[in-house]
Structures are given as structure tokens and as C-alpha cells.
């Protein structure tokens, strides 16, 4: 069965600084998404950012972008210039096409620091 | 568009009561999937439906289910109401049949079980 781990609990990065949260997953498929979620507090879960497996370069979106490292079944978020907006909590997401379902972490708290 | 509406937004049930939840998915999304989350346990995957069929089911007692109208409206159901049963249900819709869609979320219906 697939697993997706996300072993930082909480996190904490000073304004305009860089924060790097970590995603390990689980799978013996071949082709499959990685999804990184934000859920800003009391606030709807939004699409940060997504890598197809097949794909070796790694997504950017604006200061967002991934590490994706496939052999190792590695998928880190890194977070630049970080505003304090950017507090909310992050999941880490998988999906493959043959189950029509998501995994998702326990999530990371990112407290931003003015 | 319109996203994703859920309701009602909040709930406060006592135990062995029933309670239906309701998910608009965005106009033209034919999948939705179902979600709770809680502190300890995160999100967890409910189930999933696409063109009025259930594809798939996590691991929740047979008290939780849920069905999808035609016009892709769905509504889960929690009977005999439990204590842990205390929650955030979140929906998520996507556009198309596979699996490695990016899902977009309801804000959730919080539910209490007192």
C-alpha cells in the first residue's frame, strides 16, 4: 500500500528567509502525481504545487518549488522569500491513476516569523 | 466558476443521531471525493465517487456512505453517531476520470458530536 510520511511535525522560518519541508513517500508504481496542499488556518485547502513522476525537472510556481527526487521517493517543498502569509499548514499528497484516490501526510505547521 | 460549496458549514449533533452532508463540486468536475480530518489523524480519504459510482472506499465503518446525484451534487451520510465521529468533512472535486487529477476543496463542514 502506498504511504506518504511527513516527518516535520512543525516548522518555523523568518520573514524573507527559506524553509524546506520534507515529504517521503511509498509506492511501487511507476506513474503517479505529487501534490504540496496549503491550508491556511480556518481557510480552504489550496493547490500549491505539482509534480508528474514521469517528469524530471521539478515544478516551480513563483517562490515555491520542488526537490523531487524519484529513486529515493523524495518530494521536499522549498519555500523562498517567505511572507507571512505563507503560515497555514502543508500536506503532501500522492495519487496514482489505478486507485482514483489521494494519500495525504499528517501535514507540517509553518509558522512565519516577523 | 464557483467552487466548491459545501453544507451546511457547521454541525453540532449528540451520539446515535444521523447527519447528511452536502458537496457542490465546481460546474463540470464529474469526481468527488470525501475527506475527514482531524488533529490526530489528519486527512483521511472516505470515499470517492465519479459519475454517480463509488471507485473507491477507505477503511471507515459501513455507518459512513454517500452517494452522487447526475448533476454530480454528493452527500454523505454518518449514522449512529459516534463521540470520534467530531470532525471536519471536506470535499474535493476534480475535472476529469483519472485518478492523478488536481482536486480542489470544498471549506469543509465541521461537525461536533456531543
Known amino acids: 500500500a502506498q504511504t506518504v510520511t511527513q516527518s516535520q511535525p512543525e516548522m518555523s522560518v523568518q520573514e524573507a528567509e527559506t524553509v524546506t519541508l520534507s515529504c517521503t513517500y511509498d509506492t511501487s508504481e511507476s506513474d503517479y502525481y505529487l501534490f504540496w496542499y496549503k491550508q491556511p488556518p480556518s481557510r480552504q485547502m489550496i493547490l500549491v504545487i505539482r509534480?508528474?513522476?514521469?517528469?524530471?525537472q521539478n515544478a516551480t510556481e513563483n517562490r515555491f518549488s520542488v526537490n523531487f527526487q524519484k529513486a529515493a521517493k523524495s518530494f521536499s517543498l522549498k519555500i523562498s522569500d517567505s511572507q507571512l502569509g505563507d503560515a497555514a499548514m502543508y500536506f503532501c499528497a500522492y495519487s496514482d491513476p489505478g486507485t482514483y484516490k489521494y494519500i495525504f501526510g499528517t501535514g507540517t505547521r509553518l509558522k512565519v516569523l516577523a | 466558476k464557483a467552487g466548491v460549496t459545501q453544507t451546511p458549514r457547521y454541525l453540532i449533533k449528540t451520539r446515535g443521531q444521523q447527519v447528511t452532508l452536502s458537496c457542490s463540486p465546481i460546474?463540470?468536475?464529474?469526481?468527488v471525493s470525501w475527506y475527514q480530518q482531524t488533529p490526530g489523524q489528519g486527512l483521511q480519504f472516505l470515499f470517492e465517487y465519479f459519475s454517480e459510482t463509488q471507485r473507491n472506499k477507505g477503511n471507515f465503518p459501513g455507518r459512513f456512505s454517500g452517494r452522487q446525484f447526475s448533476n454530480s451534487r454528493s452527500e454523505m451520510n454518518v449514522s449512529t453517531l459516534e463521540l470520534g465521529d467530531s470532525a471536519l468533512y471536506l470535499c474535493?472535486?476534480?475535472?476529469?476520470?483519472?485518478?492523478?487529477?488536481?482536486?480542489?476543496f470544498g471549506p469543509g463542514t465541521r461537525l461536533l458530536v456531543l
Open positions: 460546474s463540470g468536475h464529474r469526481s
Open positions: 474535493a472535486s476534480s475535472p476529469r476520470d483519472r485518478g492523478t487529477e488536481t482536486q480542489y
Open positions: 509534480q508528474e513522476a514521469y517528469k524530471q
